[in-house]
């Protein structure tokens, strides 16, 4: 199984509200990632997880909270978020990065995230 | 600070013909380098990797070269077809941190 699951496909959320992106992998990855998209750019880095620790945090604003609850699964929680968070936020995975000094990440499909 | 360029935006060819993107990096010597493949809407996919002791990379119709000299790695497709259309992202690894540096990607539109 190569493949990276992401709930749910499409959000749309108030400035107000909190909400939840859940990302899955069974591949036995221990790197996981997140990243966000704006369109016609290219994936911008946020965070990475490292055998369940969180190894880089990009600056990321606070109004986004990322948790690895275990090796398989990847949340990031967001709350008062703003118009311009609105992007397609995407989980990846690989194997581990400490030991090899290169991998390729599997990218799950996205959510489309629209706060309004 | 290091820097990962696609030169083309946008790259339109006939089907049946070789497309070639570029990618180019700047300030820093990168182990090797990868190129995906991004459909709209959709994750980008693991293509190819190719390291800096590495001149040449082949998969199917895909071709991946890397020039340490020029800094540059080029990416081929044979035989191209209007499925392979898509935005084709190269990236690199910075150190054993797990952080991948993608470039802005070139959007190959092949037609029939």
Redesign the interface.
Known sequence: DTEVTQTPKHLVMGMTNKKSLKCEQHMGHRAMYWYKQKAKKPPELMFVYSYEKLSINESVPSRFSPECPNSSLLNLHLHALQPEDSALYLCASSQDFVRSNSYEQYFGPGTRLTVT | SQKIEQNSEALNIQEGKTATLTCNYTNYSP??L?WYRQDP??????LL?I?ENEKEKRKERLKVTFDTTLKQSLFHITASQPADSATY?CAS?S??????I????TTLQVKP
């Open positions: 182990a090797y990868q809407g959709r994750g980008p996919v693991f990797l390291r992202l690894g150190g054993n941190t797990g952080k991948l993608f470039g802005q990607g």
